[in-house]
């Protein structure tokens, strides 16, 4: 049975697409060739010989197989991916510019709370650095990242529900 996994607060109707997104990211960014015997329902790879598929447990005489992952179907697990990017960097980005203004605050103003002048350029520049990189993560993969997640995770499988329909395919939960 397909086991439903939950991740960042995200249960994927499509088990099996969740499951496949990181082989899928593995072909996208080609770290394995888009080439050999994969499932012709849902595009997994599959073993030699191999009579079920591991995914969506098409077996027998229904499993037939496609020797490449067609291009639209790969644009739906992008779609995820890009999508999650983009709220990982952009979150990052906002963790630096708040280190910065920090940075600015405290070379500006430091010097009037602190009498030396070059330990508080010091404590500004570890701010900037430490504070940078801290809140970058924060962020970045922590607080943003799970946004991209959940969001890119839906986009792709609306995307993944409307491939179905138009293959005009059984839709596997
Ligand atoms: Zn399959």
């Known amino acids: 049975m397909a ?3 939950e991740f960042a607060g995200y249960i994927s109707p499509y088990s099996y697409v969740q499951r496949l997104q990181e082989r899928m990211d593995e072909i996208l960014d080609r770290k394995v060739p ?4 994969f499932c012709q329902f849902c595009y997994a790879r599959l073993a030699r010989d191999i009579e079920s598929c591991p995914y969506c447990h098409t077996e027998g005489q229904e499993l037939s197989t496609v020797t490449s992952v067609p291009r639209e ?3 739906i697990y992008q779609a995820k991916k890009k999508t999650e990017e983009r709220w990982v960097y952009g979150g990052a980005m906002l963790g630096l510019l708040i280190a910065a203004g920090v940075f600015i605050a405290l070379v500006v103003w430091g010097s009037n709370l602190i009498d030396s002048q070059r330990f508080a350029l010091g404590i500004a520049f570890v701010a900037l650095i430490g504070g940078g990189y801290v809140l970058a993560q924060l962020f970045g993969p922590l607080i943003c990242g799970q946004v991209g997640y959940r969001r890119g995770s839906r986009k792709r499988d609306v995307m993944w529900g409307q491939f179905l329909e138009g293959r005009g395919d059984r839709n596997l939960g």
């Open 3 to 5: 086991s439903q996994e």
């Open 73 to 75: 179907v790969l644009a």
């Open 34 to 37: 888009n080439s050999g015997r």
